[in-house]
């Protein structure tokens, strides 16, 4: 590495130092950490974050960051580290400090009044907190465009680099188009469900701690703890945390949440350690970061060839769940579909019109097209056009998730895209390996090793796109998703 690369590097790791010692407070905070110590910890981190916050956007850092940008013929390493922290920077430079200071402030009430909204069932309580986030959230982004831009693809563009209006529109055309209709044909010819099938909570973790070793999640660089929605937090390379979450009478919710979250840690784990405590550590982008846990969980997890080798040890493992299911039966169970009310509960067909919904409300409500005053109808509406399903509170419905509260417009398309890229890269897995045969032979070793190979290894060297056009050969195509989800369901 240049010396001026290898100076900025020594001034960041102080900053990246404390972003391991928050991670691990937050990890700690919903696993393990006793109740009352709550406030203390908020303060604490408080504390760090702002330490963090004046590395990041010191004097220095820009002094370092300008000699950087002198050096001639930077490596791939070295542009992607200039990259990162430009994105960084250009994300705040542009905002009035005082307007920043009022915007964390204001959503870090509106999470208590979100709360206390959805609580009650009480969008009108909510409403002008919503839209004085919006307003804030549009003059922020306006304060940003570049010439020609829409505000709203400039927030796309903070959460997924590259992904903005112009690829995305097609992609939830499509998925109007094909998915709705094939929705529909489903919802006519339902799979029943399993009778309720229960097991004790401490034989789900010993087996879960078995299936995360299994699908390759290294516990000697890992941990597992229990929360309410499960997490992953990765520190660095050597310590990855999975947070999961047993039910006793729903055995496969555990054991999806696990081989999800491994997924995100597997990916964490295969990054080049050599990125540890710098710009490029850890996974690239959410929706590519989604796209392996998803993998893991959909085109791994719910196959008949991934569960052959498998299910006679935890039916072993848990008979009180499993020793009266088939395998077929228990494969028809966690392949099933049916359009529900509320998105982190949706299958692997519906969960993309959920997101749908949102991306097209959110475009309205940037273009002006729409009221925060309209938004609980227009939810509904959408939900029984796409869904054929009406919530019947706003607590199931326009109030149900967290990410508005809290500012994060342009995020929800980043869940929908990570399914897509899966079902790419998973295309491409098939054409140069027998994938099935492997998972037969209870060999998960060279998916991951594909895995490590093609995208993992890279941190955030590499952009999403240019990763899948480097593994795949081509750009972002939705089609190979569509195409999936219209055989398997079509079937
Ligand atoms: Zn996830």
Redesign the pocket.
Known sequence: MKESFEKLQKHLERSAALGVAMGLFYWDGDTLAPKEASEYTAKVLAILSAEQFDIMMGETTRELLAACEQEEKPSEEEEAILRVIHRQFENLEKIPKDDFARFQELTTKAHVVWREAKEKNDYALFAPTLQEILDMSRKFASLRVKEGQAPYDVLLNDCEEGFTMDILDPFFAKMKEEIVPLLRKVQENPVPKLPVHSCPLDKQRAFNCTLATYIGFDFNRGAIGETEH???DALHTHDVRIATHYYEDNPESGLFSTI??A??SIYEQQINPAYNLTPLGGGGSCAL??SQ??FYENMIGRRPSFWKPLYASMQEAMPEAFEKISLEEFLREINRAEASLVRTEADELTYSLHILVRYELEKQLFSGELTVEQLPEAWNAKYKEYLDVVPPTDTEGVLQDVHWSSGSFGYFPS?AL?SAIAAQIFACMQKQMPVDQQLEEGNLQPVKDFLREHIHRWGKVKTTRQLLLETTGEDFNPQYYIDYLKEKFGR
């Open positions: 499960p997490f992953s999800h979250e997924g995100h970061h989604e846990s998803r869940y990570g």
